[in-house]
């Protein structure tokens, strides 16, 4: 059946009611997190400032499975469950024997996977009585989900867009504002660490470091704000298990178990939230290779050091044991897509340095490429950030038509490209360059990370 | 079951497999398209130099369905069967006892209707043998409707668009050239129509009627190119049917049938997808209210004539009969949304001038209203074209409130707002105004008609 179709669907009924745990599956203990001041492992009191109690007991929780909220689960209706395709027409392009299917994050309101943790988490906020949330967006795909969420939950928003993005990008700021979201370029001269970071730097185009520190100081300094990160966290990896969960359902409609899952990295949700549910199969002997995506420009899991490191530039988010590229890292303003956070989540930092997960990083150009032959054979032009794993798709179909391997690929499809259409357009006039990251960058990182004793070196 | 659920889904086993055609159902006789130089009937050949004869054929079918080719139906499986939304939120926020439905055509890859009749158009076009199609686009949907069709049938696309649109919406631009279509700003210098307004008016900021008339010189000039129309013909609001054919499917399993049924009108093949197929049950003596919504700033159908009038400014195109403003018509540049052609779609002018059909128009400034109102209570931005016909169901919603009465209540969602957010910024920060189209301007354009007789007068 399934394999004559174009998607396989799912009812609402059908939505799965549990977000899945991967902490009590993982293959060896977690590094805790420290606190920034002390160097002392972090208890859960600490994060009272920025985050709503329920979420800091899902970061630390040992459950396998967590019930999805009643309230979370009617607004995940307006466009859960999502379609799994199956990408007959890129297969074709390729001539591969490989089947490809793709789980398609776009059709959410904002655009990308990022609503699924974003309602979760202005759901938790409002329970606990809390008015305002503050946070810290990229590219602006981070900050129009928590703006779409804060919308429909009654919440006040405040987004910190990199100025970068925010002066190249002015149409993810204004779909922010059209949902009453007020949002503002960073650094700023709202907070401290934006007057500190202008103050020697003027023009400084911003990061995700930065914007986190502002966020973070927003949220601690008002009684009535929590602070929302979009990534990293292990409460964001939970609430983006549905796509995973729900991948693996619409397989097994199909017949299917899959060969190969790729996914973009930036902070790693998006990626965690495809594969967990397919990396607890893996624990338990299961064959699949697990591919994390991330560009060259922004090289963390691929070439970063596996050691603690501050979650932010202004050192006030907690210090954790991830891949990372040094948290004073600015990324290279060539660079088109998001993806361009120094870490990343330590859950998956720890299955990548475990094997389980497996690292690749991709120059942007040979990204764009892929992109365009997926949109110019499927119809759908994918983020730029989600170009990556289509990058690697690609290549795996293209392997399988050397070998003859009939192998079953599963793509995290996490976004549109609407909002990046004038990257598309420097691709397209020979603007966009690639970048290698220089090993000095890393190695002078090396100097700046906290003097903290890891308990599980 | 269904009033439990947000969306109502089909399977896409459950697609519908005919388009139904509206000519042998009409309360009476269609005056004929008349030649545009002889004003004499058109005959079938007449037409060959600029659509397919497959294409010519369903202009003219007396048929009540045609049946949909394998091909169309399998890139209408990216995003087909489109879900019915039922508004719970909507109806929550404005606390009316009316049951609002959305047919949310959004998510098809460029995202609109448009697509519906693009592939069928771009599928016919090449079983003939044609290379290229040329069209022409005002801000962008179909444009980049046929580009993506064109892309996926292995087509040529050049799209003349018209060029203030150009200039200020270049990500649609850039859209179609991901897909590979060529897009010239009009009127260019490509053609005698665009060369010749130039000449008089070299900064003219172009209308779709010149755009035609540059599409249409462009196919007729050009031995292996045709032409396509987005809107206004018979074999696009065919195609379109899918809508309404799949709309009227969900309301049936979720035991409705509606009261209403509201669609915005550009040429009409929107609304007329939508409600064609339930104009069939009320010519059988079903009640229903169907609702065209139109902006004030482009009257057709509430204030335009309802006589012959040439398709496009040059006079190139057939001559039809129509609701018209004038071939001359040039958009207000103070105007946010499309709906910007000076005529509409025979079939439904006839059903308005017949009573079958209510026609309203509204400013601008409530409808950014209402599609705000929308936006932050479902999550979905509407495009400002939608937004007429949004603003139409939360009036007749608020009514409801007034009178208590429970109807049930259908919009044709056509399309998102992703490339307008610049005209949301500008209601936002206050620089949109109303414009009334002036009365002058109505009788000025009577004087333009064609001399032409018209024999069902």
Redesign the interface.
């Known amino acids: 059946m399934a394999s004559e ?3 396989i ?1 799912l ?3 059908e939505l799965p009611q549990r977000w899945y745990n991967i902490n009590p599956d993982l293959p060896a203990p977690l590094a805790p997190p420290l606190h920034p001041k002390t160097g002392k492992p972090l208890a859960p009191g600490d994060l009272a400032p920025l985050f709503p109690m329920a979420l800091i007991m899902q970061e630390v929780s040992m459950e396998p499975y967590i019930e999805i909220p009643d309230e979370v689960m ?2 995940y ?2 466009w859960r469950p999502t379609p799994l ?1 199956r990408a ?2 890129l297969e074709k392009h390729l001539g591969t024997p490989a089947r490809i299917y793709y789980k398609n994050e776009s ?1 959410s ?1 904002p ?1 990308s996977h990022k609503p699924n943790t974003a309602v979760a988490q202005a759901y938790y906020n409002k329970q606990e009585g809390v008015k305002r949330i503050a946070t810290e967006t990229g590219a602006g795909q981070w900050g129009s989900a928590l703006a ?1 969420a804060c ?2 939950m009654g919440l006040e928003c405040t987004v910190y867009m990199v100025r970068a993005s925010y002066e190249q990008k ?2 993810r700021r ?2 922010m ?4 979201a007020a949002c503002y370029p960073s650094p700023s001269d709202l907070t401290n660490a934006g007057r500190t970071i202008r103050a020697k730097d003027p023009d400084s185009p911003g990061s995700l470091g930065i914007a986190i520190s502002e966020a973070v100081e927003d949220a601690a300094t008002h009684d009535d704000t929590k602070y929302s990160l979009g990534s990293v966290l292990n409460h964001v990896l939970l609430h983006q298990t549905i796509v995973g969960l729900e991948a693996k359902e619409q397989l097994r409609l199909a017949g299917e178990e899959p060969d190969i899952i790729v996914g973009c990295v930036g902070g790693g949700s998006n990626f965690s939230g495809l594969a967990f549910p397919f990396v607890k199969d893996k624990l338990k002997g299961k064959q699949v290779d697990i591919i994390a995506c991330e560009p060259e420009a922004c090289p963390t899991l691929t070439r970063g050091l596996y050691r603690y490191d501050y979650g932010d530039t202004a050192q006030l988010a907690p210090v954790v044991k991830m891949y990372t590229l040094g948290h004073t890292f600015v990324p290279e303003p060539i660079h088109a897509g998001g993806l361009r956070y120094h870490g990343d989540a330590p859950q998956l930092c720890l299955l990548v340095n475990k094997g389980v997960i497996e690292a690749r990083a991709y120059h942007q150009l040979a990204t764009f490429e892929a992109a ?1 032959t997926f ?7 994918p983020a730029p950030e989600t170009a990556h794993c289509v990058r690697a798709a690609v290549d795996e179909a293209l392997k399988c038509k050397q070998t003859g391997q009939e192998k079953c690929i599963l793509i995290a499809y996490s976004g549109h ?3 990046d ?2 990257a ?2 420097k691709y ?1 006039t020979g603007q966009l360059e690639d970048y290698e990251y220089p090993q000095e960058k890393i190695e002078a990182a090396l100097k700046e990370l906290p003097q903290v004793t890891d308990p599980t070196a």
């Not at 949109?375 to 032009?381: I, P, S, V, Y």
């Open positions: 179709e174009t998607k669907t009812r609402e009924s009617r607004i209706r307006l395709y007959h027409r059709f309101p655009g779409f919308c429909l002015p149409y204004m779909l504002e059209s949902w009453g365009l949109a110019r054979a499927e119809g759908f032009l490209g609407f909002f259409l004038a598309y357009d397209h």
